[in-house]
């Protein structure tokens, strides 16, 4: 409608009509207005924009030329080298550093020339080359190259770097050039070598120092262990026992401080072994029940059960962290106790060996935990300046942990005792991989009198002291004071061993040697040497091994190594195994039941043979050596077997009745006789026969006719064997409290009886044993009385039941169990009737002398004769069950009742 009144003539509109068209124009102009004011807006904003940009531009362009700027001055100012080649490996650019250094005028002198052309000035053509070899490696295999290598820089001298060479990919992913970026590590290498200088002297320095101790420690404890000392008073015995002490004291100080250089040089190794754990904690127990009862105190050691006998780990370190916590334990308690604990434990689904060592001793303070594992820190130093330590034995303690993956925790109460808790990884071991028990580990070796041993040493005491160790063993050896000396008397005479000091002046041990091994004659080069020296730092063995000798043994000389040695490299025709007189008789010679003396009666040996001549003989080998007993037949032979318990069998083969080898199944289906070690002596020579006697169980077989001196190595071998795995196995299935069998061997004997009694119809008997109100008299009196009381009962049970079949056993806390095979109901409840009249008459003494209460014990008993489908479980439950009732009864008696015994 606008449109139309637009186009008229205005004269010809009505009034009403002009106004909307007046109010159409002001519309039409309000909307321009608003559409300018619009593009105003926009404009200026696009100005607005357009200047961003261009601040934005000139911001950037002001910051790549601070950042070339900054990056200038890092690559003129850089002590390293970069170098930019082109995808034809020729520079395009390299820093000022490397055009300063290398006597250039300017970077645009190198511009175009390759490697080997660039460094051409400064580096010989072999390192040239090996650089530009790398350089193609990296171009054609895509990949970063390094290397350390050393090139002479004008004005610098040598100079080390580290050379790293990357290709660099241009957008299509082709190479476009090389970076290579050389780094001078100079500095670092002098540091480094400085390092290794310092430490060579440092070791250099301990090397001395463990000689110059170790050499007068050598006489001090030699000449103690020679000395004859039955001629003392009781005041010069007790300087003589200071003596040792010390010195023994000292010699740990110097070992300390040779570990701690080995932690220091990271050379501290572990030599993990599979080993007994069992036999390791007998022997540690033996050694410190004795340091700790010549103190007063009383030692409690118990192993868990559940442990398993093999483990599998560094066995001579595990003796050392629990020797350095119980030493410890010992050193710092005065009165009281100290308790070792070897336990099982499991955490996150893991085993863990926890050795547990508490003291009633000093304590620690609180503030001086934290500094307890630190080297040479020995805390409260006023307090125990008397204690002998440098403070090293805890901190190579948690570091043998630390290499083991184990852990250590300490609590501890100032002046009421510690308690350390070890924990290691538990690895059970393979039994077929321990080391064989060797004979050379009981035996003392001493040598025939036509043995040849000559001792090289300047030191006119140190020779003493080794001629008296040699002179133990039967030895009267030579002596030479020097290596010219040594050479000598090697060359006049024939030896069978020579041992070699090290450190000798005008010609060292090690000089001897080898002058030894360039010698004509194959008897110089088989001549066996072992070095005798009080250097003992890391890697020393092998210093002597490299120079040509075959052994070493450090000082000061200890008997054991000593004895190793002549046992390993003395011929053994000119070597026997005995006991001299005045030896200390080892751990192994104690006997774990009741702790007398073996040595002092005869091992007992069988032979089986039917032909006199034969029996003859080996009487005449053995009977001055062993108890020897004779059986010509197989029936006697068993029945002999059983009665008299022989330690070793000598069995032939053929033979009227049973033959040898129907002989030896019988044995071995036996309880009595399945682990008595039996040796074939027979003329069957034949290999099947042999090998069907190893199959049956011999543990030898010699063949007729025999020769005296094989029959009697052979057999000492054996019986030493013998000795070794009886008492791992009285260590694994004993009692360390009370001495009897534990439960583990309770429970193998239980199953072989009970197997037995259903072949043979025979009757078997249990008794089961309970202390009454034990826990109200261990709380009253006291763990060690609660202890004696329960050896006391042990003692009564072991008395009572004392045919060889019968075991008596410690099946936990105060619980004891008795297994009489061959025995019915009523006379197993005579039995236990007099152990309960015993038990109740007996009384243990307190610590201030006084005596316990009346001791009572209940007593379930069970018997049976066994059929093929009777449950063992089910038998030990009836005695079980009827201990019950004998407590429900009132306690302090057996059940089923003697009187009562026709009604059940």
């Given amino acids: 409608m606008s449109v139309d009144i637009e186009s008229r003539d205005p004269e010809s509109l009505e009034r009403s009509e002009l106004i909307d068209l007046v109010r159409g124009l002001k519309r039409n102009e309000r909307r321009r207005q608003r559409e300018l004011l619009h593009l105003r807006r926009e404009i200026e904003e696009e100005k607005t924009i357009a200047m961003a940009k261009a601040n934005q531009q000139t911001a950037r362009r002001m910051a790549q030329r601070e950042l070339e700027r900054h990056l200038s001055m890092l690559l003129r100012n850089s002590a390293n080298f970069v170098i930019l080649l082109d995808k034809s490996c020729k520079l395009v650019y390299c820093s000022t550093k490397f055009v300063e250094t290398t006597g250039h005028v300017s970077e645009s002198e190198l511009i175009g020339r390759s490697c080997g052309e660039i460094f051409a000035s400064v580096a010989d053509d072999a390192w040239c080359q090996r650089l530009e070899s790398a350089v193609n490696r990296s171009r054609t295999e895509r990949v970063a190259v390094s290397y350390r290598d050393a090139t002479v820089i004008s004005g610098e001298g040598l100079c080390s770097f580290t050379i790293n060479i990357s290709p660099m990919e241009g957008d299509g992913g082709t190479i476009e050039g090389m970076l290579l970026l050389l780094y001078n590590i100079t500095e670092i290498e002098n540091a480094r070598h400085e390092a290794e200088r310092a430490n060579r002297a440092k070791s250099d320095f301990l090397a001395g120092m463990s000689h110059e101790i170790r050499t007068p420690m050598n006489s001090i404890i030699g000449m103690t262990y020679l000395m004859r000392t039955d001629n003392l008073d009781e005041t010069q015995q007790q300087f003589f026992a200071g003596i040792q002490e010390m010195s023994h004291a000292l010699l740990q100080i110097v070992n300390d401080i040779l570990d701690f250089s080995k932690i220091e040089a990271g050379k501290f190794e572990l030599l993990p072994v599979h080993y007994r754990l069992h036999l390791l904690f007998n022997n540690i127990c033996s050694l410190f029940r004795y340091s700790a009862e010549t103190k007063g105190l009383e030692f409690i050691a118990t192993c868990d059960e559940d442990l398993p006998p093999i483990l599998f780990g560094d066995e001579i370190r595990v003796r050392q962290i629990v020797t350095n916590v119980l030493s410890n334990a010992v050193k710092y308690t005065e009165r009281g106790g100290v308790e070792l604990a070897f336990e099982r434990e499991e955490r996150d689904g893991a085993p863990w060996l926890l050795i547990r060592v508490q003291d009633t001793g000093i304590g620690i303070r609180e503030e001086d935990l934290d500094r307890l594992f630190g080297m040479f820190e020995q805390v409260d130093r006023y307090k125990n300046r008397s204690i002998v330590g440098t403070g090293l034995g805890l901190p190579i303690t948690k570091h043998l942990l630390d290499m083991m993956g184990g852990e250590i925790a300490v609590e501890s109460e100032y002046g009421s005792g510690t308690c350390f808790t070890l924990r290691i990884p538990l690895l059970e071991g393979d039994p077929s991989k321990t080391e064989p028990i060797s004979r050379e580990r009981f035996a003392h070796a001493y040598a025939s009198g036509d043995v040849r041993v000559l001792v090289v040493d300047d030191n006119a005491i140190n020779l003493t002291v080794a001629l008296g160790y040699l002179l133990k063993h039967g030895i009267r050896a030579e002596r030479a004071e020097s290596g010219r000396e040594c050479l000598a008397m090697v060359r006049d005479r024939e030896y069978d061993l020579v041992f070699m000091d090290h450190m000798m002046p005008d010609m060292d041990g090690l000089e001897t040697t080898r002058r030894i091994r360039e010698m004509d004659d194959e008897r110089f080069r088989l001549l066996p040497i072992v070095a005798l020296s009080a250097n003992a730092i890391i890697g020393v063995k092998q210093i002597f091994i490299d120079a040509g000798m075959n052994d070493y043994i450090s000082k000061p000389i200890d008997p054991r190594e000593l004895n190793r040695v002549l046992m390993r490299w003395l011929p053994g025709e000119k070597l026997t195994l005995e006991s001299p007189p005045n030896t200390p008789l080892p751990i192994d010679d104690i006997s774990t039941e ?311």
Wanted: neutral net charge; proline residues 4%.
């Fill in 594 to 904: 009741t702790g007398e003396n073996k040595r002092g009666a005869k091992q007992k040996i069988l032979i089986v043979d039917d032909e006199n001549t034969n029996v003859l003989a080996l009487s005449k080998i053995l009977s001055g050596e062993y108890a020897v007993f004779f059986a010509k037949t197989g029936e006697d032979a068993i029945r002999l077997a059983k009665r008299n318990q022989p330690d070793l069998i000598l069995l032939d083969v053929v033979m009227p009745g049973m033959s040898g080898f129907d002989v030896l199944l019988h044995l071995k289906n036996d309880v009595l006789t399945m682990d008595t070690p039996v040796i074939f002596i027979t003329g069957l020579a034949e290999e099947a026969d042999e090998e069907r006697g190893f199959t049956f169980g011999a543990v030898d077989y010699i063949k007729k006719p025999f020769h005296g001196t094989i029959v009697r190595a052979r057999i000492n071998t054996h019986l030493q064997i013998v000795r070794q795995m009886k008492m791992n196995r009285e260590l694994g299935l004993m009692d360390p409290l009370t001495g009897i069998a534990n439960r583990r061997r309770f429970n193998q004997c239980t199953e072989v009886e009970w197997k037995k009694a259903i072949r043979e119809k025979r009757p078997i008997s249990f008794l089961m044993l309970d202390l009454d109100n034990f826990k109200t008299y261990n709380d009253t009196y006291g763990h060690p009385q609660g202890d004696a009381l329960l050896r006391a009962v042990a003692g009564i049970l072991s008395s009572a039941a004392r045919r060889p079949a019968d075991l008596s056993a410690r099946l936990g806390g105060e619980e004891f169990g008795v297994l009489m095979p061959d025995t019915n109901l009523e006379a197993a409840l005579r039995i236990a009737e007099k152990i309960r009249a015993q038990i109740e008459e007996t009384r243990v003494p307190t610590a201030d002398g006084g005596t316990l209460t009346r001791i009572t014990v209940s007593i379930g008993a069970c018997a049976a004769i066994p059929r093929a489908d009777d449950s063992l479980d089910d038998f030990l439950a009836k005695a079980d069950a009827n201990l019950y009732q004998a407590k429900d009864a009132g306690r302090n008696r057996v059940y089923p009742p003697l009187l009562e015994r026709g009604k059940r």
